[in-house]
C-alpha cells in the first residue's frame, strides 16, 4: 500500500524558514515524481512544486520560485520543502503527492498534509 | 498559464439524483484534465485522470468526459458519501493549475 507521510509544518514568523518532510513507502520511490500542493485555509488547491523521479529535473510555481526548494533522498525515501522567506500568504495546509510513472502529474496518492502557519 | 473554470460554484442536489459538473480551459489542454474529491479535513482524492480514466477503486458511478477545452465529470446517482467538493486540474501546460472548485451538497 502506497503511503506519504508529511511533517514539519508548524509556526513561523515572516521572513522564517521551514522545512517539509514527506516519507514515503509501499512504492519504488526512485521511479515516480512526486509533487508538493498546498490548500490555504478554506480556500483551494495550488501547485507548489513537482520533482522529477530521478531529481534532475524539478519546476515550481511563480509564488514560491527563488523562495522554495524541492529535493528528495532516496536512501530515506524522503521527499523535501525547503522554505525560506516565508509570507502571511505561504499559510496553508501543505500535502504531498505521488504521481504515476510516466504521468508525473496525476496525482495518484496524497500524503495527510501538514499545517504551516506565517504570523507574527 | 490555463485558467481552469469550474461550474456550478456550488450543485445542491438529493441522493439518488444525478450530478453533472462542468470544468472549462482558457486553452486545450488535449485530454491532461484530472478530478478530484475532497471532503472536510481530507486530503484529496483522485477520482478521474486523462479525462476519463477512473482510478484504481473509484466507484463505476463516477464518470468523465470531454477534450481540449471542455470536460464534464458525472456522477450517476449520487450516495451520501459523494457530498464534497470537487476539483479539476490540467497537467498538459506548466504551471499545473486546478480549478476553483465546486461544492456538491446535500438538498
Known amino acids: 500500500e502506497v503511503q506519504l507521510l508529511d511533517s514539519g509544518g508548524g509556526l513561523v514568523q515572516p521572513g522564517g524558514s521551514l522545512r517539509l518532510s514527506c516519507v514515503a513507502s509501499g512504492f519504488t520511490f526512485s521511479s515516480y515524481g512526486l509533487t508538493w500542493v498546498r490548500q490555504a485555509p478554506g480556500k483551494g488547491l495550488e501547485w507548489v512544486s513537482t520533482?522529477?523521479?530521478?531529481?534532475?529535473?524539478?519546476f515550481y510555481a511563480d509564488s514560491v520560485r527563488g523562495r522554495f526548494t524541492i529535493s528528495r533522498d532516496s536512501f530515506k525515501n524522503t521527499l523535501y520543502l525547503q522554505m525560506n522567506s516565508l509570507r502571511a500568504e505561504d499559510t496553508a495546509v501543505y500535502y504531498c503527492?505521488?504521481?504515476?510513472?510516466?504521468?508525473?502529474?496525476?496525482?495518484?496518492?496524497w500524503g495527510q498534509g501538514t499545517l504551516v502557519t506565517v504570523s507574527s | 498559464e490555463i485558467v481552469l473554470t469550474q461550474s456550478p460554484a456550488t450543485l445542491s442536489l438529493s441522493p439518488g439524483e444525478r450530478a453533472t459538473l462542468s470544468c472549462r480551459a482558457s486553452q486545450s489542454v488535449s485530454s491532461s484534465l484530472a478530478w478530484y474529491q475532497q471532503k472536510p479535513g481530507q486530503a484529496p482524492r483522485l477520482l478521474i485522470y486523462?479525462?476519463?480514466n477512473r482510478a484504481t477503486g473509484i466507484p463505476a458511478r463516477f464518470s468523465g468526459s470531454g477534450s481540449g477545452t471542455d470536460f464534464t465529470l458525472t456522477i450517476s446517482s449520487l450516495e451520501p458519501e459523494d457530498f464534497a467538493v470537487y476539483y479539476c486540474q490540467q497537467r498538459r501546460i506548466w504551471p499545473i493549475t486546478f480549478g476553483q472548485g465546486t461544492r456538491l451538497e446535500i438538498k
Open positions: 520533482i522529477s523521479s530521478s531529481g534532475g529535473t524539478t
Open positions: 503527492a505521488r504521481g504515476g510513472s510516466t504521468d508525473y502529474n496525476n496525482y495518484y496518492s
Open positions: 486523462d479525462a476519463s
